[in-house]
């Protein structure tokens, strides 16, 4: 059974910098993409980055892009994502994914959550 | 503002059929395949639909997707009072160096 645990979420000051983890297990992780998706509360789903297998592709939203970072650890198993210069606006749950088709999300971790606030 | 365009509420009684629709543009649904999501208040998203048409399993067959030029549909046969949830899809768009796009959702509600 595919599982995805997301940890490192909590409470930052804006400017601030936060690293997520996700641990994945179930399927061979080095052989498939991964991406981070986000839900402010109340709001729709925003997808925020993505992986290549190896890690030599990596893609990101306008929003995110030059202060977050995905990373790959494939001898871990686990996905990052490193956020820094953080805003209000980053507040949301943050969720990992497994590649289900065309760098889609399939299998979803639980979540966890992210506050950006003084 | 979603890049994907849904209806922001949907609604049918029990044992109806409802579609919700995904109008997108010639970078993401004319060119790539569409999935669609199932979310329950306070969980995570769930695959209900991948490659457009596809079924993962465990998925009733009551659920179906399809795409044309560049909308897509979700439908929902034999309409249940499970089925309230939040409905997204989502594609891959190829402009600049490429993103995945979701639809703003749709809150399906069961009469």
């Known amino acids: 059974e595919v599982q995805l645990l997301e940890s490192g979420g909590g409470l930052v000051q804006p400017g601030g910098s936060l690293r997520l983890s996700c641990a994945a297990s179930?399927?061979?992780?080095?052989?498939?993409?991964m991406s981070w998706v986000r839900q402010a509360p109340g709001k729709g789903l925003e997808w925020v980055s993505a992986?290549?297998?190896?890690?030599?592709?990596?893609f990101y939203a306008d929003s995110v892009k030059g202060r977050f970072t995905i990373t790959r650890d494939n001898s871990k198993n686990t996905l990052y994502l490193q956020m820094n210069s953080l805003r209000g606006e980053d507040t949301a749950v943050y969720f990992c994914?497994?590649?289900?088709?065309?760098?889609?999300?399939?299998?979803w971790g639980q979540g966890t959550l992210v506050t950006v606030s003084s | 503002q979603s890049v994907l365009t849904q209806p922001p509420s949907a609604s049918g009684t029990p044992g109806q059929r409802v579609t919700i629709s995904c109008s997108g543009s010639?970078?993401?649904?004319?060119?790539?395949?569409v999935n669609w999501y199932q979310q329950f208040p306070g969980t995570a998203p769930k695959l209900l639909i991948y490659s457009n048409n596809q079924r993962p399993s465990g998925v009733p067959d009551r659920f179906s997707g399809s795409k044309s030029g560049t909308s897509a549909s979700l439908a929902i046969s034999g309409l249940q009072s499970e089925d309230e949830a939040d409905y997204y899809c989502?594609?891959?768009?190829?402009?600049?160096?490429?993103?995945?796009?979701f639809g703003g959702g749709t809150k399906l509600t069961v009469l």
């Open positions: 992986i290549s297998v190896s890690g030599g592709r990596t």
């Open positions: 010639s970078s993401n649904i004319g060119t790539n395949t």
């Open positions: 179930g399927f061979t992780f080095r052989s498939d993409a």
């Open positions: 994914a497994k590649d289900g088709s065309g760098w889609l999300p399939g299998n």
């Open positions: 989502a594609a891959w768009d190829d402009s600049l160096n490429g993103f995945v796009v």
